[in-house]
């Protein structure tokens, strides 16, 4: 719009949504990211927002698996 690159989709509710289409972390479109829960994920980083461009999810928010260890002797040792 008007040369303004936006990204738009409907929030939780149904509500039309639009962004500018950059991620503020690091400028990444966010058009080229995806859908997550009528919210919209950062292909970047997966950086989420929603209808009124509020951060859901942060660039350091870990998504993976955590792992049980111990450390004996400096080293760690996976624990089962």
């Known amino acids: 719009i008007c ?5 738009f989709f409907r929030d939780a509710q149904g509500r ?10 690091r400028e990444m479109p966010l058009s080229q990211g ?18 009124s461009g509020q951060m859901l999810a942060r660039v ?12 004996a002797n400096c080293a760690f040792i996976a624990a089962s």
């Open 3 to 7: 040369s303004l690159p936006m990204v």
């Open 16 to 25: 039309p949504a639009a962004l500018e289409d950059r991620c503020c972390h």
């Open 34 to 51: 995806w859908m997550d829960s009528c919210t919209v994920r950062c292909g970047y980083h997966g950086m989420r927002f929603d209808g």
């Open 60 to 71: 350091y928010e870990f998504l993976g698996q955590v792992y049980p260890y111990r450390v």
